[in-house]
Structures are given as C-alpha cells and as structure tokens.
C-alpha cells in the first residue's frame, strides 16, 4: 500500500574528495574529474499528500524563494513528468525541510534535497520511474543531481553526471564551514581557473584509493582562495593536522582522518575559532538503500 506520507527523508551531503577541471563545453559548462563521498551530514525532508494538486513547501526561508527551492523544482518536475507518462494528475504535497547543510558550501545540499524529492515522490506518487529516468530529470536541476540519485560514492566525469561507482574506505571528516557563501558559477568564470588538467589515465586510477588522502587536488580551490581570504585560512589552520583541502566549489575545507577520536581531538582544538564538524563517510545513501530494499 502507497503511504499518505513519508518523514525523515534523509538528503546526505558530499564532499568532492579530488575535483580536476579537463575541458569545457560548448555551453561554458566545465567538463571535471572527481570522486563524490556522500557523508553523514544530512538535511531531513517531510512529504505529506495534500487533497488538491498544489505543491507547496511548508518551511519559510529567508535565503531561497519557495520557487527556487531545488526541492519544490524537484517536485513540479516530477509531477509533469507523470502526467506526460501516464495522463493522469498526481495529487499535491506539502514539502517541510529541515535545513542544515549550509548553502554555498560545496556540500551539494540544494542537489541532495532534489535528488531526495524526486526519490521520495516517485515511491510517494507511485510514479515507477527507474533510477536513469530520474537521473534525466535531475540533471535539469542541478550537475550534482545525479550522483545523489545513483546513491553511491563514484567517479564522475562530464559535468560529474557520468557516473562509475567506487569503493572508497571508511574514514572521519573535519568539515570547516568559513564564514561566506560561495556562488558555484562565480568560480566557474573566473578567467584565473585552469581549464587543462591532463585527464587521469584509468590504469593509473587504482592509486586513488591508496593515496586517497593525497590522490589529486582541487582546481577550484586556487580561484576560491583569491576571492574568499577566509577559506584560504581555514585551508591553513586544517593543513597543520592533514592534507586539507576545499570541496567542490567551496566554501567547506576537510580533512581525512583514519578515526573518530583522532578527528574529534582535531575539531576540538579548531572550534573556538571555527564552525566546525566530524563527520563519518557513508557507503550508501540512506534513502536509496531503504527505498531499493522495501519489501525484502
Ligand atoms: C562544483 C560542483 C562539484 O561537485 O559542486 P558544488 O560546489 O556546487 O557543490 C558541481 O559541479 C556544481 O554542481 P551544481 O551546484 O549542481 O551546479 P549547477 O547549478 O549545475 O551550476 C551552477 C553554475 O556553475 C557553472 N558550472 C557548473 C558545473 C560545471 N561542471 N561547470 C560549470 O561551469 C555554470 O555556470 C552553472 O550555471
Ligand atoms: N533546498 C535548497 N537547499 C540549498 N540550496 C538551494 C536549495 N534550493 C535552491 N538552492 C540554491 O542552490 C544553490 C546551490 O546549492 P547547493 O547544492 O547546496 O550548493 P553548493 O554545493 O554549491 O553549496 C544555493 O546557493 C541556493 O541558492
């Protein structure tokens, strides 16, 4: 039987572990290299039927207009796409988030809050979309998309939309939020970005999960640090303790740490002067293993 509603739906953030820029398209799009880690750090999303056809979000925010939210694009999106397929109107849904990834942070919050709609929604709708059909939907919304609904840790290349899952270990994160917000497409202009990092050779990609804490860079790090000093100190005060490094587009820094203790005692002598996390890599994507394995 098909719920009235579904509750603490879990939307997991990422880390970009390493982010190479090799190319540009046609479109100003930038074509990466990257490895995706989902991580214990999540937003929780609320879905209830409503009894007319609205999709409304039922959380006020002061930064992202109900319109914009990625989660209500999510949701209109599907429901279109249902009544394209199937000619027949779904019912409305009041969407409630609770926020705390923080935006600007290349965390992929917004991506993981679509991903979790378009995942929750079509079990909520029973829309019988498979993975690569909301995979097409999802890009629509954002590049980060796909890799929340593929629901594992991957290799991406393209726009980090062609996926190939990896194995990464278990490890701890330090994540330092700096105090700023960095537009993704303020990065991706910058004429000081390089644009021509040798693409990795596959034979040699194995050395990844080796060197996992040292394998690559991140090419939008050099930009973000020009533009945002607090991101360049933050890479400072988490380069005494590790390889430190900023994910996806900033503003967010890690490091990686073997164990739990080991990045508490760190984010223990960093949080007077910092927002600080620990957070736990995850294999999975919780939502995508419970919605994969119902009924088993
Ligand atoms: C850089 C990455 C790495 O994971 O992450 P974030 O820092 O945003 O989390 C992503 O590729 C970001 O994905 P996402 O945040 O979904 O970006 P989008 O909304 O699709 O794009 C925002 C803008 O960034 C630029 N953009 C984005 C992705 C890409 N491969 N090339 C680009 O040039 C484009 O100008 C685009 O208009
Ligand atoms: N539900 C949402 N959560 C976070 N950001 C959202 C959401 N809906 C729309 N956005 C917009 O998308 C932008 C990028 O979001 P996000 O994926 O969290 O980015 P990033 O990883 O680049 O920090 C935000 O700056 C915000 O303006």
């Not at 039927?49 to 979000?57: G, M, S, T």
């Not at 019912?91 to 679509?114: F, M, Q, T, Y």
């Not at 995979?135 to 954002?142: C, E, K, R």
Request: aromatic share 8%; net charge positive.
């Amino acid at each position: 039987m098909i719920p009235e509603c579904l509750r603490n739906c879990p939307a997991p953030a990422k880390l970009n572990l390493f982010l190479h820029v090799i190319g540009r398209r046609q479109d100003g799009y930038h074509l990466l290299e990257t490895v995706f880690q989902l991580i214990d750090f999540c937003d929780y999303l609320h879905f209830t039927c409503r009894n007319d056809h609205l999709i409304k979000r039922v959380t006020s925010s002061e930064q992202i207009p109900e319109e914009d939210d990625l989660a209500i694009r999510a949701a209109k999106l599907l429901q279109k796409e249902i009544f394209r397929q199937k000619g027949i109107p779904v019912r409305g849904v009041d969407i409630e988030i609770e926020k705390n990834i923080p935006l600007g942070g290349g965390l992929g919050g917004g991506s993981s809050d679509a991903a979790t709609t378009l995942m929750a929604l079509n079990h909520l709708w029973n829309g019988g979309f498979e993975t690569k059909d909301l995979i097409s939907m999802g890009v629509q919304l954002g590049a980060d998309v796909p890799f929340f609904l593929v629901g594992q840790n991957a290799f991406g290349t393209g726009i980090g939309d062609k996926l190939t899952p990896v194995n990464t270990p278990d490890g701890w994160f330090v994540v330092i939020k700096p105090p700023v917000a960095v537009p993704t497409a303020l990065i991706f202009r910058s004429n000081e970005l390089t644009r021509n990092t040798e693409p990795i050779k596959m034979a040699n990609f194995p050395d990844f999960c080796k060197k996992i804490n040292h394998f690559g860079r991140n090419d939008l790090q050099v930009v973000a640090m020009k533009l945002f000093p607090e991101i360049r100190k933050a890479v400072n005060e988490l380069s005494q303790f590790g390889n430190a490094r900023m994910t996806g587009s900033g503003a967010c820094v890690f490091c990686r740490f073997a164990s739990e203790t080991e990045a508490r005692k760190v984010a223990t002598r960093l949080s007077s002067r910092w927002n600080t996390q620990v957070v736990k890599g995850l294999q999975n994507h919780p939502l995508k293993y419970l919605l994969d394995n119902m009924g088993e």
